[in-house]
């Protein structure tokens, strides 16, 4: 159902951003993939995206800590796939320290990655989804955009600040058909958390079997981890008719962890 449409996910080269790639392709959505990693790997997941979509794919190298980049990205999607008519901020990186020894460049690196990227690609798409009144813009927040865990001060500040940048843009575009929300998922195993399980296990002198049993699934009531298939299908739920007036919303995808 998404034929003729485009969409910009950021940080998709890997984990939850390549998922929701491959999912807006499958409704036939022309997608532009961007993230880090290895060029040919790169270069067959997005022939892939085009083969499954029947549209155009694209890549582009834009790095989430430039705002240029992040403005001549947009362009070039109005350029060559038009829109864009969805936008997922999803580029993240995390890092675990207690805040007197987390260090100063870690902490700019997450706030720019994790957060002031997210205003930058709405602050060039916006005007395109207003000229053409209709747009999705979707965040990838997190369980730690409602609640804290210790040793992540950047990343629950900058996971935070999605949710209220959601709300407010959400109420700024509410009467030219664009809708604006969050997605707030528990853990999902991807390369991210499988590379904070060393830090955390350092941080707190725990195992690696102790990390994911009590530590990670500890916050989970369900014991499993969300998939990032699962993460994304609610991605393409929200561009669909059926999700018209969910807009400014935080919507947990996290196994009761913040019921609790
Ligand atoms: P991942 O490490 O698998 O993917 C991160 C992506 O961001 C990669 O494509 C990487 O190349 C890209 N990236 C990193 N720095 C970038 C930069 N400067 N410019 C452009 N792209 C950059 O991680 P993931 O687990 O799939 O995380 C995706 C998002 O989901 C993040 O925002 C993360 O905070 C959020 N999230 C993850 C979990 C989880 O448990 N995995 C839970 C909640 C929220």
Redesign the pocket.
């Known amino acids: 159902f998404l034929k003729g449409k485009s969409a910009i996910v950021?940080?998709?080269?890997?984990?939850?951003?390549l998922a929701y790639a491959k999912a807006f392709a499958a409704e036939g959505a022309s997608v532009v993939i961007?993230?880090?990693?290895d060029a040919a790997g790169i270069e067959k997941e997005r022939a892939a995206l085009a083969e499954t979509s029947g549209a155009k794919a694209l890549y582009d190298a834009?790095?989430?800590?430039k705002p240029g980049e992040i403005a001549a990205m947009v362009a070039r999607c109005h350029a060559e796939l038009g829109g864009p008519d969805i936008i997922v901020n999803?580029?993240?990186?995390?890092h675990v320290a207690p805040i007197e020894d987390f260090p100063a460049d870690k902490f700019e690196a997450i706030m720019k990655?994790?957060l002031t990227s997210a205003w930058y690609l709405m602050q060039a798409a916006v005007p395109l989804m207003k000229a053409a009144k209709w747009g999705r813009i979707i965040s990838?927040a997190?369980?730690h955009s409602l609640v804290a865990s210790p040793n992540k001060s950047a990343y629950v500040m900058a996971k935070h600040g999605i949710a209220g940048l959601t709300k407010t843009i959400a109420l700024e575009t509410a009467t030219f058909r664009i809708t604006v929300n969050c997605i707030s998922?528990?853990?999902?195993w991807?390369?991210?958390?499988e590379g904070q399980i060393p830090d955390t296990m350092k941080a707190r002198g725990l195992t690696r079997e102790q990390v994911v049993n009590d530590v990670l699934l500890s916050a989970q009531p369900t014991k499993e981890f969300v998939t990032?298939e699962q993460v994304a299908a609610m991605a393409v739920y929200l561009c669909g008719d059926a999700a018209k007036s969910i807009t400014g919303a935080n919507l947990s995808m996290d196994g009761g962890w913040t019921a609790a």
């Open positions: 950021t940080g998709s080269t890997s984990g939850i951003g961007n993230g880090f990693g834009a790095d989430m800590t999803n580029a993240g990186i995390q990655i994790n990838t997190s369980a998922p528990g853990y999902v991807t390369p991210l958390v990032a």
